[in-house]
């Protein structure tokens, strides 16, 4: 299942899908200046084999006799790092940090804490390090514990979480704070001092972090700004809050309590009225978690009969967020997908390239193709009337008009896989965004109702898609009822392993499973797994434009539109002088093609790459990560022109814009 939002449907659901847990910053981490906060990833512990040795070795660690426990509360300590492997023959371990101060946790020599499960209980004890140093290359910590002198009993501590105290965090400067200490506070309107809720989970977008908040009341209908005090109920809605100065201006510590000032529509967001009982609410979120429960159910079969028993393991140990975590990427694994690409690998394809497919088709697809110069092209916009193609321009704006187009806009990076400058590159694709949609606005001059509008995103960056950008804009004009923001499909990374039939799923560790996007031809996919094209169909939309994002992109150009329409055509495509392959794609489908395309999706093709991916992997019961010098992996990329199999050349047209 894939993650799909519709911006203020009348649904209880939150913004965040309810089968996939929020993640959880580091607790030791403090929140710095609210504008671009940066965290250290979090790590997950690869935990060794629970077995009597390992007690005696920690036993001896901390000084105590074989089989004592140490009694402490949990909530005393602060997770700092967890150990992940023994280093060098001395006994030295490799730490991996969830801290902001790893120099202060990792090098100082003194008491520290161990959390360890052993036979099933969990224990934690006191121990003293000797020392430590950094390991840049592995971005990890090399620690020495006293009592621990050998690799032996080195081996028997990987797994353990190492604590500090929480009286012993460092003082913060003013406007840091740590994660935790958010939790539970109070959370009011600084304008009429109403109590909005508590806040119950911090979550790091990328961009910032956002507060979500429990509504104290959330009564149908309630007017934020102009009530002075809550109502009585609690329904337990939650609401997301952009952690930043403008909105969040004042925090008091010392009273558990901050105040805030959103924009307009911001609490509303996800406060619409459902006319539907709680009891009738509770159960479609039953019946929801239970569908889920079969989809997890059914993908471990799956997964069991594809040969990739070694990714369930995860759900034997860890923790229980850990598990659900895996859990959910289990339940979101498109099989038909991975199926289709790991026959890539037997049968490899050359990669579908657009200006090919029109030389090898040229003599069909350019006689008959409209041919408009870029400048043209644009004039129509500002001037229309005056226009040679004044009458395709009307007749593609009248269907606008009449709501029977959609527009999908692949917010993806069509390389396939994240940019490292995650930051830089979402707000130049947010304000290029910003100025394709008010152009289009605009241009149609159409105050409300405008078409359905359709945007896939690459996860990261979804939710300050849906929380920052769409909302503080107003939706551009467009109907909130009519846009969806869509999660990009993923296909999981597999091994390269010549001497078997099967090439194994690799894992970054036992809960996380390595993925990255399809690509732009995930698309059709994705429409289909999300039934949005019967949705479409109800709403009385026959045109579906899909396009990627680019400067060139021009969003519901009603010429295109009419163009496809007067020609009957099934598809059309917009080609330019300089093709850039999937990141310059402008195509318009009617609904009927674009059902056919989705119900083909075997047929698509896959490009497989070979590239050099760490991961752990499970020998002789246990745990080890794996380093490699070569590619060790494929990678699997679906282009968007990869539909054109499947498509009849009489029923395509081409508009060929020139420079």
Same mark, same amino acid.
């Given at each position: 299942?894939?993650?799909?939002?519709?911006?203020?449907?009348?649904?209880?659901?939150?913004?965040?899908?309810?089968?996939?847990?929020?993640?959880?910053?580091?607790?030791?981490?403090?929140?710095?200046?609210?504008?671009?906060?940066?965290?250290?990833?979090?790590?997950?512990?690869?935990?060794?084999?629970?077995?009597?040795?390992?007690?005696?070795?920690?036993?001896?660690?901390?000084?105590?006799?074989?089989?004592?426990?140490?009694?402490?509360?949990?909530?005393?300590?602060?997770?700092?790092?967890?150990?992940?492997?023994?280093?060098?023959?001395?006994?030295?371990?490799?730490?991996?940090?969830?801290?902001?101060?790893?120099?202060?946790?990792?090098?100082?020599?003194?008491?520290?804490?161990?959390?360890?499960?052993?036979?099933?209980?969990?224990?934690?004890?006191?121990?003293?390090?000797?020392?430590?140093?950094?390991?840049?290359?592995?971005?990890?910590?090399?620690?020495?514990?006293?009592?621990?002198?050998?690799?032996?009993?080195?081996?028997?501590?990987?797994?353990?979480?190492?604590?500090?105290?929480?009286?012993?965090?460092?003082?913060?400067?003013?406007?840091?704070?740590?994660?935790?200490?958010?939790?539970?506070?109070?959370?009011?309107?600084?304008?009429?001092?109403?109590?909005?809720?508590?806040?119950?989970?911090?979550?790091?977008?990328?961009?910032?972090?956002?507060?979500?908040?429990?509504?104290?009341?959330?009564?149908?209908?309630?007017?934020?700004?102009?009530?002075?005090?809550?109502?009585?109920?609690?329904?337990?809605?939650?609401?997301?809050?952009?952690?930043?100065?403008?909105?969040?201006?004042?925090?008091?510590?010392?009273?558990?309590? &901050?105040?805030?000032?959103?924009?307009?529509?911001?609490?509303?967001?996800?406060?619409?009225?459902?006319?539907?009982?709680?009891?009738?609410?509770?159960?479609?979120?039953?019946?929801?978690?239970?569908?889920?429960?079969?989809?997890?159910?059914?993908?471990?079969?799956?997964?069991?009969?594809?040969?990739?028993?070694?990714?369930?393991?995860?759900?034997?140990?860890?923790?229980?967020?850990?598990?659900?975590?895996?859990?959910?990427?289990?339940?979101?694994?498109?099989?038909?997908?991975?199926?289709?690409?790991?026959?890539?690998?037997?049968?490899?394809?050359?990669?579908?390239?657009?200006?090919?497919?029109?030389?090898?088709?040229?003599?069909?697809? &350019?006689?008959?193709?409209?041919?408009?110069?870029?400048?043209?092209?644009?004039?129509?916009?500002?001037?229309?009337?005056?226009?040679?193609?004044?009458?395709?321009?009307?007749?593609?704006?009248?269907?606008?008009?009449?709501?029977?187009?959609?527009?999908?806009?692949?917010?993806?990076?069509?390389?396939?896989?994240?940019?490292?400058?995650?930051?830089?590159?979402?707000?130049?694709?947010?304000?290029?965004?910003?100025?394709?949609?008010?152009?289009?606005?605009?241009?149609?001059?159409?105050?409300?109702?405008?078409?359905?509008?359709?945007?896939?995103?690459?996860?990261?960056?979804?939710?300050?898609?849906?929380?920052?950008?769409?909302?503080?804009?107003?939706?551009?004009?467009?109907?909130?009822?009519?846009?969806?923001?869509?999660?990009?499909?993923?296909?999981?990374?597999?091994?390269?392993?010549?001497?078997?039939?099967?090439?194994?799923?690799?894992?970054?560790?036992?809960?996380?499973?390595?993925?990255?996007?399809?690509?732009?031809?995930?698309?059709?996919?994705?429409?289909?797994?999300?039934?949005?094209?019967?949705?479409?169909?109800?709403?009385?939309?026959?045109?579906?434009?899909?396009?990627?994002?680019?400067?060139?992109?021009?969003?519901?150009?009603?010429?295109?539109?009419?163009?496809?329409?007067?020609?009957?055509?099934?598809?059309?495509?917009?080609?330019?002088?300089?093709?850039?392959?999937?990141?310059?794609?402008?195509?318009?489908?009617?609904?009927?093609?674009?059902?056919?395309?989705?119900?083909?999706?075997?047929?698509?093709?896959?490009?497989?790459?070979?590239?050099?991916?760490?991961?752990?992997?499970?020998?002789?019961?246990?745990?080890?990560?794996?380093?490699?010098?070569?590619?060790?992996?494929?990678?699997?990329?679906?282009?968007?022109?990869?539909?054109?199999?499947?498509?009849?050349?009489?029923?395509?047209?081409?508009?060929?814009?020139?420079?």
């Amino acid at each position: 299942m894939h993650l799909s939002w519709l911006l203020s449907a009348p649904s209880p659901s939150s913004l965040l899908p309810h089968h996939r847990p929020p993640f959880s910053l580091p607790p030791c981490s403090p929140l710095r200046t609210r504008f671009f906060v940066l965290f250290p990833s979090r790590c997950i512990p690869i935990p060794g084999l629970l077995s009597v040795p390992r007690f005696r070795a920690i036993a001896e660690a901390v000084d105590k006799a074989e089989g004592e426990e140490f009694d402490r509360k949990d909530s005393d300590f602060i997770n700092v790092g967890y150990i992940c492997a023994a280093h060098g023959l001395e006994g030295e371990l490799r730490v991996k940090p969830s801290t902001d101060f790893p120099e202060l946790r990792f090098s100082k020599p003194g008491k520290r804490w161990l959390r360890t499960r052993i036979t099933g209980k969990e224990l934690i004890s006191e121990v003293e390090l000797t020392g430590g140093r950094a390991h840049p290359g592995q971005k990890s910590w090399i620690i020495s514990l006293h009592g621990i002198d050998t690799v032996e009993k080195a081996k028997q501590m990987v797994g353990s979480t190492l604590l500090v105290r929480e009286g012993d965090r460092p003082e913060l400067d003013e406007d840091e704070f740590y994660t935790p200490d958010l939790f539970n506070m109070r959370v009011f309107l600084k304008e009429t001092g109403t109590l909005v809720g508590t806040v119950v989970n911090v979550v790091n977008t990328g961009a910032n972090d956002v507060l979500q908040v429990r509504c104290h009341s959330t009564g149908e209908g309630i007017d934020w700004l102009n009530s002075t005090k809550p109502e009585s109920s609690a329904s337990g809605h939650l609401v997301w809050i952009p952690f930043v100065e403008a909105i969040v201006p004042h925090v008091d510590m010392d009273n558990r309590e &901050m105040w805030i000032t959103p924009p307009k529509g911001l609490l509303e967001l996800n406060l619409h009225s459902d006319p539907r009982s709680k009891k009738e609410r509770r159960q479609l979120e039953w019946k929801q978690r239970k569908k889920i429960k079969y989809r997890v159910i059914s993908a471990k079969r799956k997964l069991s009969e594809l040969g990739q028993n070694h990714v369930l393991e995860g759900l034997k140990i860890g923790e229980k967020d850990q598990r659900r975590f895996l859990a959910g990427q289990i339940a979101e694994i498109n099989f038909k997908l991975l199926q289709c690409s790991l026959e890539s690998i037997r049968t490899p394809i050359e990669r579908y390239d657009l200006p090919k497919f029109i030389d090898a088709n040229s003599a069909g697809l &350019m006689k008959s193709a409209f041919k408009i110069s870029q400048k043209c092209l644009d004039s129509c916009k500002s001037d229309a009337e005056n226009s040679i193609h004044y009458g395709l321009y009307e007749a593609g704006l009248q269907l606008l008009r009449e709501s029977k187009v959609a527009t999908i806009i692949l917010l993806n990076d069509n390389s396939g896989k994240y940019s490292e400058s995650v930051d830089d590159k979402l707000k130049s694709k947010i304000i290029l965004l910003q100025k394709l949609l008010l152009d289009c606005k605009s241009v149609l001059k159409m105050k409300e109702d405008i078409f359905p509008l359709i945007l896939i995103s690459p996860a990261h960056e979804i939710q300050s898609y849906a929380q920052i950008f769409l909302l503080e804009n107003d939706y551009f004009g467009f109907s909130s009822q009519k846009i969806w923001l869509l999660e990009e499909e993923k296909l999981p990374v597999v091994g390269m392993c010549p001497n078997e039939n099967t090439h194994k799923i690799l894992l970054k560790s036992p809960w996380d499973i390595i993925q990255y996007p399809v690509g732009a031809g995930g698309v059709f996919s994705l429409l289909s797994s999300d039934k949005l094209i019967d949705g479409l169909s109800e709403i009385g939309v026959e045109y579906v434009q899909i396009c990627s994002l680019s400067k060139r992109s021009a969003i519901a150009h009603p010429l295109f539109l009419g163009l496809v329409n007067s020609r009957n055509a099934n598809t059309g495509i917009k080609i330019f002088d300089r093709n850039k392959g999937d990141g310059e794609f402008d195509g318009v489908f009617s609904l009927s093609s674009l059902k056919n395309i989705c119900k083909q999706t075997n047929k698509l093709q896959f490009n497989v790459s070979e590239e050099q991916h760490e991961h752990v992997e499970l020998v002789d019961k246990e745990w080890i990560e794996v380093r490699p010098d070569v590619p060790n992996a494929y990678h699997f990329h679906c282009s968007v022109y990869s539909f054109l199999n499947t498509c009849s050349l009489d029923d395509m047209c081409l508009m060929h814009i020139l420079d």
